[in-house]
């Protein structure tokens, strides 16, 4: 009766379930978390690798702003 009788546990002390049980389920979630997270980062880097031509095409016409058009944008 020992571990079932933790009154801190979920505010109940026979709440029927292992504290180390719990701690299980809390360590799972939390690693799934992290695994979510890492993959969300991943998901994100790859949207920025697939733009970063973009990125660079738009910087570069940024930086070209005060010099004359060069190339396809001389023709405008």
């Not at 002390?13 to 890492?38: E, H």
């Not at 016409?61 to 396809?72: E, S, T, V, Y």
């Amino acid at each position: 009766m020992g571990k079932f009788n933790r009154p801190a546990l979920l505010g109940s002390a026979n709440f029927g379930v292992r504290q180390n049980d719990l701690a299980l389920a809390i360590t799972k979630l939390g690693s799934d978390w992290k695994s979510n997270r890492r993959s969300r980062s991943e998901f994100f880097n790859s949207k920025k690798e697939k733009y970063r031509h973009e990125l660079a095409a738009r910087s570069m016409a940024f930086n070209q702003k005060d010099r004359p058009a060069q190339g396809r944008r001389a023709l405008r």
